[in-house]
T-cell receptor, first 116, second 110 residues
Framework: SAVISQKPSRDICQRGTSLTIQCQVD?????MFWYRQQPGQSLTLIAT?????????ESGFVIDKFPISRPNLTFSTLTVSNMSPEDSSIYLC?????????????FGPGTRLLVL | GENVEQHPSTLSVQEGDSAVIKCTYS??????FPWYKQELGKGPQLIID?????GEKKDQRIAVTLNKTAKHFSLHITETQPEDSAVYFC?????????FGRGTSLIVHP
């Protein structure tokens, strides 16, 4: 398994500003993911962040809006840029852990963002 | 790509009853089916998963069944308790990142 922490746990921000969310894992992992979960909705993948390469973004998400860093195998950041109220959501960090021949995905506690 | 449908969206049961949540998927190449429980204010927690080489897996009060021919899988919770109240997500994946269902809000009344 993996223990994942996120900072901040929640924040209230003004429109037009940016927020950087940090994700720390207790073990080295190759693949880290960032998800968005809007109120009462499912999990939407924003991007995959592999160490040593550029993040891969899903349809509807762009690097200018959600820049991602992945400086090492235990840490990643997601920035929500030029925020608007529509960005109010839970942002979740996730990692894939390899156990033998299988992979399992674990999630962090989430960052709850409210944009006014 | 993969499409996962999850039903029901809301499930209300009395304590001690059983609860069943069903999911269907579209991609026959999917071979990994995890279930997550998300309590209020927390991130999703993996509670059980099943891979395509088995048809059923059980862990205490929780069981998951898989029918690859029909492309559906289900979560079964027996002897439900109030602490089982949460949102449950199914997912289907394989050589790609899992696709998640829309979630089921389970409410267990004492």
């Amino acid at each position: 398994s993996a223990v994942i922490s996120q900072k901040p746990s929640r924040d209230i921000c003004q429109r037009g500003t940016s927020l950087t969310i940090q994700c720390q894992v207790d073990s080295q992992v190759t693949m880290m993911f960032w998800y968005r979960q809007q109120p009462g909705q499912s999990l939407t993948l924003i991007a995959t962040a592999n160490q040593g390469s550029e993040a891969t973004y899903e349809s509807g998400f762009v690097i200018d809006k959600f820049p991602i860093s992945r400086p090492n195998l235990t840490f990643s950041t997601l920035t929500v840029s030029n925020m608007s109220p529509e960005d109010s959501s839970i942002y979740l960090c996730s990692v894939e852990v390899h156990g033998g021949a299988v992979e399992t995905q674990y999630f962090g506690p989430g960052t709850r963002l409210l944009v006014l | 790509g993969e499409n996962v449908e999850q039903h029901p969206s809301t499930l209300s049961v009395q304590e001690g009853d059983s609860a069943v949540i069903k999911c269907t998927y579209s991609d026959s190449a999917s071979n990994y089916f995890p279930w997550y429980k998300q309590e209020l204010g927390k991130g999703p927690q993996l509670i059980i998963d099943i891979r395509s080489n088995v048809g059923e897996k059980k862990d205490q009060r929780i069981a998951v069944t898989l029918n690859k021919t029909a492309k559906h899988f289900s979560l079964h919770i027996t002897e439900t308790q109030p602490e089982d109240s949460a949102v449950y997500f199914c997912a289907a994946g394989g050589s790609y990142i899992p696709t998640f269902g829309r979630g089921t809000s389970l409410i267990v009344h004492p």
